[in-house]
């Protein structure tokens, strides 16, 4: 597997007073130190943003994020705000928004519960489960339906096996794996449940594998299966699935791109993408969106955005 390379890494001796005191002088007063605070926000972890924000809370009994947002706007507001969310939490707001909008966002839903492990699915949906007072399930179940709902489930049932294996039994699983996959393109009657299984049973590294087995000896490649085979409610989804297992730091590339230099700049699928990322393979996606389109995500961003808005998600980034 290629090994992941965030952009936002546990801080060095991090001090979370120190923090929130750069904060607190940055919004206290007449103006605000945009700066200073993008110099903290940006260049830390998630886990240590809520340390900052209970030592705030501690040393000046207020509540950071209010006193932020009481200062910002705009785009820039949005950003903050969502350095500031647990990550769970936001992402179960993503997936809520996604359902719930009068467009279901399907990518968006797919992106976000199929680039994740079986641990930060599970905290995604207690996350949801606390903030919504109902299940991921539930709202699944009131807002998708047919095979799509049913991949859902299979994802957040987190059965997923991601036991590691040595690199011969990788191989001969990834055989197995295509020769199921085949079968199940064999049985048209039935393929749409035997895919869904099949690629929310495996690992990602192993379905990787197993799809690069498929089409390299089956006489087609199985995005084309899926694309010719599957039933139109899940086609999207699984085509969608397999993109993200072939070489998920392209797909995020190709996600950033679209949101860039599409019909307006999408700004909340930026915000989402980068912030989600950086501490993962936000690193990887870079790299790839150079190679893709030869030229830097920063330099393309830098076009589309401004103010404070570009200066923190360039930071988030890295040059």
């Excluded at 641990?119 to 207690?126: G, L, P, Q, Y």
């Excluded at 179940?141 to 590691?164: Q, V």
């Excluded at 393109?185 to 929310?200: L, P, R, S, V, W």
């Excluded at 490649?221 to 070489?247: H, P, Q, W």
């Amino acid at each position: 597997m290629e090994e992941e390379i965030p952009t936002v890494r546990p801080t060095p001796d991090f001090n979370p007073n120190a923090d929130a005191e750069t904060i607190r002088k940055a919004v206290k007063g007449i103006g605000t130190d945009e700066a200073a605070i993008i110099s903290v926000l940006a260049n830390r972890t998630s886990d240590e943003r809520q340390i900052i924000i209970t030592k705030y809370q501690e040393m000046y009994s207020r509540d950071l994020l209010s006193d932020l947002k009481s200062e910002l706007r705009g785009h820039f507001e949005t950003v903050i705000v969502t350095l500031l969310t647990p990550l769970p939490l936001f992402l179960a707001k993503e997936l809520h928004y996604a359902m719930t909008d009068a467009d279901t966002k399907e990518k968006t839903i797919v992106e976000i519960l199929c680039t994740r492990d079986n641990a930060s699915i599970k905290t995604i949906k207690e996350a949801y489960h606390e903030y919504y007072d109902k299940t991921l399930e539930e709202s699944i179940d009131g807002n998708t339906s047919g095979h799509f709902c049913s991949f859902l489930f299979s994802i957040c049932s987190c059965y997923r096996n991601e036991t590691p294996c040595d690199s011969e039994t990788a191989k001969k699983i990834a055989k197995e794996i295509a020769q199921a996959l085949y079968e199940a393109g064999e049985d048209k009657m039935a393929i749409d449940e035997k895919f869904i299984h099949i690629m929310t049973s495996c690992s990602f590294y192993l379905l990787r594998l197993g799809f690069e087995e498929y089409n390299d000896t089956k006489d087609r490649n199985f995005g084309d299966v899926i694309e010719a085979e599957c039933s139109e409610d899940i086609k999207y989804s699984l085509m969608t699935f397999y993109l993200i297992i072939m070489n998920r730091a392209e797909f995020f590339a190709k996600e950033l791109h679209e949101a860039m230099t599409g019909m307006g700049t999408r700004d909340k699928a930026i915000i989402r993408l980068v912030v989600s990322r950086s501490e993962i393979d936000l690193g990887n996606i870079k790299l790839e969106y150079q190679k893709l389109y030869d030229r830097t995500l920063v330099s393309e961003l830098v076009g589309d955005i401004s103010g404070d808005y570009k200066t923190v998600m360039v930071a988030i980034i890295r040059e």
